[in-house]
């Protein structure tokens, strides 16, 4: 059974740092391209970034381009998001996303973690 | 950016009818498009992909259809578990974008 647990949400005051870390179980994650997605409360979906299998392309929204590093380690079933300079519009629940097609060609998303939350404020 | 939009924001329907939710993209993304369903408290859940694709697991009342701009998302028979609030999403281009969402709710 495929599982994804995301931990490392919490409170931070604006202009500060949150790492975020997604656990990978049942499937072989070394395969698969990984993503985060958010949702700010109440409010649609957001795709944030997404990484290859490989590390080697690595894509973000405009929204957190130089602020946000996505990163993963294949070793320990592991996806990470680091985020910088973090803002109150970046509060949101973040969930790590596996897609389905391991071509890594095509990015649409056949499993969601449960999320975590991210609340920036003072 | 190509920009999803949605339409209608929410519809109203009662159980047992049918239920389409339209999905319209700025430019042309062929058909690398998917549908998800969202519940209040759960993260999304998948039902179509390559436009019309059912994903596993998803009932046959599920449809999805279109290509390019113009795509739809047909449910054939409400039942009571399909209230929820409906997302498209193309993945053509970066990057990814997804619709504002339509909530399905019961008439």
């Known amino acids: 059974e495929v599982q994804l647990v995301e931990s490392g949400g919490g409170l931070v005051k604006p202009g500060g740092s949150l790492r975020l870390s997604c656990a990978a179980s049942?499937?072989?994650?070394?395969?698969?391209?990984m993503n985060w997605v958010r949702q700010a409360p109440g409010k649609g979906l957001e795709w944030v970034s997404s990484?290859?299998?490989?590390?080697?392309?690595?894509y973000y929204a405009d929204s957190v381009k130089g602020r946000f590093t996505i990163s993963r380690d294949n070793a320990k079933n592991s996806l990470y998001l680091q985020m910088n300079s973090l803002r109150a519009e970046d509060t949101a629940v973040y969930y790590c996303?596996?897609?389905?097609?391991?071509?890594?060609?095509?990015?649409?998303?056949?499993?969601w973690g449960q999320g975590t939350l991210v609340t920036v404020s003072s | 950016e190509i920009v999803m939009t949605q339409s209608p924001a929410t519809l109203s329907v009662s159980p047992g009818e049918r239920a389409t939710v339209s999905c319209r993209a700025s430019?042309?993304?062929?058909?690398?498009l998917a549908w998800y369903q969202q519940k209040p408290g759960q993260a999304p859940r998948l039902l179509i992909y390559g436009a019309s694709t059912r994903a596993t697991g998803i009932p046959a009342r599920f449809s999805g259809g279109g290509s390019g701009t113009e795509f739809t998302l047909t449910i054939s028979s409400l039942q009571s578990e399909d209230f929820a609030v409906y997302y498209c999403q193309q993945y053509n281009n970066w990057p990814i974008t997804f619709g504002q969402g339509t909530r399905l709710e019961i008439k």
């Open positions: 049942g499937f072989t994650f070394s395969s698969y391209s």
């Open positions: 996303v596996k897609v389905l097609d391991s071509s890594a060609y095509y990015y649409y998303f056949d499993f």
């Open positions: 430019q042309s993304v062929s058909s690398n």
């Open positions: 990484i290859n299998s490989r590390s080697s392309y690595i």
